[in-house]
């Protein structure tokens, strides 16, 4: 999970402060009547005691980085780890990123072990894989074991170009204890009052395969298995979840099976990092309960668009995004219901703060690059990306319910590894506080 730390870190704390501004680089061009030439150590330069000082420690630094650097395309950087948000308080521990590139310098894979301090669950010991071979091709593994509850072994590969380009392949395969799920409640106006606390066992399977019709237009069919099961929370100072909500759908558990088909419209320049383009996907998924005799069907039917718009000499993309997501039918679990909070929704609260049969999101996000660096031969974005999330729960849709959604204005600061690799941090608030979140990828 904290993987998310070591480039967001790296990148927001230690890379940002190595300066390049004291490292003179002279080149002598063909034809030019005046080359710049390198100063000769037999003439004496005139200095002060400061300037000599300032020089020393740059050389010193660019020494101490350039020891961190491996052979063969392999950069490993030692780091503090911290993280907190709020679900979860703080996190306190180090970790080892060891980044790996290609001839070209792009960054293709990153392996990271850690280890993590939380107060809820003690300590956590981990190792993370995520793979980049291409911008159409991902994939990732990770392994932690907490001394107090959680527990994660995560799978995934996606490959949206596989067959030269003709199908769409992806997996996922998880296992996990979160000690840390939150319920509210159901609607738009559950208060952060009545927050509750349980762990989360879950195993997840996931299969998709798809074909796409030309270069914009594909179609997906995925089959899921979930099986969750609600156990005692690891947050003493909340309620338990079974004590408070007694009679809530799902508490007794669920094996879910679920049939889904998708419609995708993709026009975006790369998959991770976008700049240009439109994404449209809807998708109809039946599912079933099988821990329940009576009826237990529901229908999901979401749709999602996203607009990426780029300007000022494309160093500003201007990200517009709308999300619907809606159940209906009989005896819904709530953890399989709509739920916003979390990273890639209301960035304000933590994840399912706010649940219920029906959702709409919006998101507005201008993203900025302001600098550009190669750092260890990898060349670097440092972006700002102020935002404003808009979203409502809802039983059923109706115009009348649009009133009073929750608004959360932020702001992001992401690093960026060209091609594949975004580092970000983002700030929101809302009417429960501040949140913050620390992740790989974009949001959106």
Known sequence: MLIRLALSLCALFLLPGVSTGQVLITVERPGDPNP???????????????????????????????????KEGYTAIPLPAFSYNRNEQYWVGALMPILKSNAKGELTDIVAPQYLHNPSIGETFSVNYFGYPSDTEQYSAVASYSTKIQRDIDLNYKNVAAGGGRYILAAQATWFKNAFRRFFGIGNHASESAET????????????????????????????????????????????????????????????????????????????????????IGSVELNQNLERREPNRWLRTTFEARQFIPHYNDR??????????????????????????????????????????TLLLVNFEERFRFSRREIFEHELD????????????????????????????????????????VGRLDIGYGKDGANVFVGLDYPF
């Open 197 to 280: 606390n349980y762990t989360s066992r879950e195993t997840l399977i996931q299969l998709t395969a798809g074909i796409n019709f030309n270069q914009d237009l594909a179609l997906l069919w995925s089959e899921r298995f979930h099986d969750v099961r609600v156990e005692e929370g690891a947050v003493k100072s909340l309620p338990q979840t079974k004590m408070l909500f007694p009679h809530l759908t799902g508490l007794e558990g669920a094996q879910v099976f679920g049939h889904k088909l998708a419609l995708r419209y993709d026009t975006r320049d790369k998959q991770l990092v976008t700049t240009s383009g439109t994404y449209i």
């Open 36 to 70: 710049k030439l390198p100063p000769s150590t037999d003439v004496p330069v005139q200095e002060t005691e400061s300037e000599r000082a300032e020089l020393k420690q740059a050389e010193a630094k660019e020494e101490a980085l350039k020891s961190l650097a491996g």
């Open 382 to 421: 440092l972006e700002v990306a102020p935002f404003v999330d808009i979203g409502r729960v809802m039983g059923h849709f109706s115009f009348d319910k649009l009133s009073n959604p929750q608004i959360n204005p932020g702001i992001g600061f992401r690093v960026i590894s060209l091609p594949n690799v």
């Open 316 to 357: 500003m993309v201007f990200v517009a995004r709308f999300l619907a997501d809606a159940v209906n039918g009989n005896k819904t679990p709530f953890y399989e219901q709509p739920t916003l909070g979390g990273e890639t929704t209301l960035r304000a609260f933590g994840q399912n703060r706010f649940v219920d049969d």
